[in-house]
């Protein structure tokens, strides 16, 4: 139960507080099984894995959830080549080309026949309110999946105005400051990774990795009028991670000094261990979260705004 990513959303305080019945509506949504002629369904399912009936963990002013996604596998491929063996033999048969709207018709033949007999895989996002706070933090760097996530709790909800980060400070900006004077806000280290753009349309980018971001070689890219639109960055000594200049964070690693911090002992049961992780996570990522309202000008919605 570490998430590996951030995707993050805000909400109002009367918002938050609007969510103490926020298991009753995505009871409603419980992910089905897909149909036989359905590509996908979308819905809710345990965080505590596919036997575990509760929808939510609930953690003092945490909620954490797991939207899913039951897709049918049917590569395009597949249906291109069986459409393709059909025209084949239909033109061989009839010695006459086959029209669009006739190939269309064959087409959905092959769909109807083929998507009930297809395999389905399913997907799960995790997310997290804090209640207190107003986060809602998605673990995916897609913001596709994201707003997903969003659009099917606002399915269940009825309304949900999240709203994505408004920094009042240029990330661009700063982290490119930061690399420039080797000056960090406190409790932020540079990492080792970072990605660098000429910001004009077709400019020059190059990417870092296991790199000293203090080197020469760094500060010629700079003096180019290159900008930092990714950063590897350590907090505190407990996580690294790689910010974007839209405030995603990727490749989240909570360090040796977090995970050591957890109990040994066997747990009871793997929701308890999930639970056990959950809390500490959460309590690490308020932090987090706390240093980029500082650094970044991250104001919460106020309660006109939902």
Not at 39 to 49: I, Q, R
Not at 67 to 96: F, G, I
Not at 156 to 168: F, I, K, T, Y
Request: glycine share 6%; proline share 4%.
């Amino acid at each position: 139960m570490w998430f590996r990513n951030l995707t993050l959303f805000r909400l109002s305080n009367r918002t938050a507080r609007a969510l103490d019945d926020l298991e009753a509506g995505l009871e409603q949504h419980r992910l089905r099984e897909c149909g036989p002629m359905e590509l996908a369904t979308h819905g809710f399912v345990s965080p505590y894995g596919r036997d575990e009936e509760a929808l939510i963990h609930r953690l003092a002013d945490h909620t954490l959830l797991t939207c899913a996604t039951e897709s049918r596998l049917l590569p395009n491929s597949v249906v291109n080549d069986e459409l393709a063996d059909r025209l084949r033999q239909l033109r061989d048969q009839r010695k006459r080309r086959i029209g669009a709207r006739e190939r269309r018709e064959i087409k959905d033949q092959v769909l109807n026949e083929l998507l009930p007999r297809a395999f389905t895989h399913t997907n799960r996002v995790n997310a997290y309110f804090c209640h207190k706070t107003g986060w809602l933090v998605v673990d995916t760097s897609s913001r596709k999946a994201a707003e997903q996530v969003v659009h099917e709790l606002r399915q269940a909800l009825g309304s949900l105005p999240a709203v994505p980060m408004a920094p009042e400070q240029s990330p661009r900006t700063l982290m490119t400051d930061w690399l420039i004077s080797g000056k960090l806000p406190p409790g932020l280290v540079l990492a080792d990774e970072c990605e660098l753009r000429d910001p004009t349309e077709t400019g020059a980018v190059v990417r870092c990795r296991r790199q000293d971001l203090e080197s020469e070689e760094i500060r010629g890219h700079l003096k180019s009028s290159k900008q930092v639109f990714q950063l590897g960055l350590i907090f505190d000594d407990r996580i690294e991670f790689v910010l974007g200049d839209d405030l995603t964070v990727r490749k989240l690693r909570f360090l040796d000094s977090v995970s050591d911090e957890l109990d040994t002992t066997e747990m009871e049961s793997p929701s308890a261990e999930i639970g056990a992780r959950f809390a500490l996570m959460a309590l690490e990522l308020d932090r987090l979260l706390s240093k980029f309202e500082q650094c970044f000008g991250l104001s919460r919605p106020d309660d006109s705004s939902g």
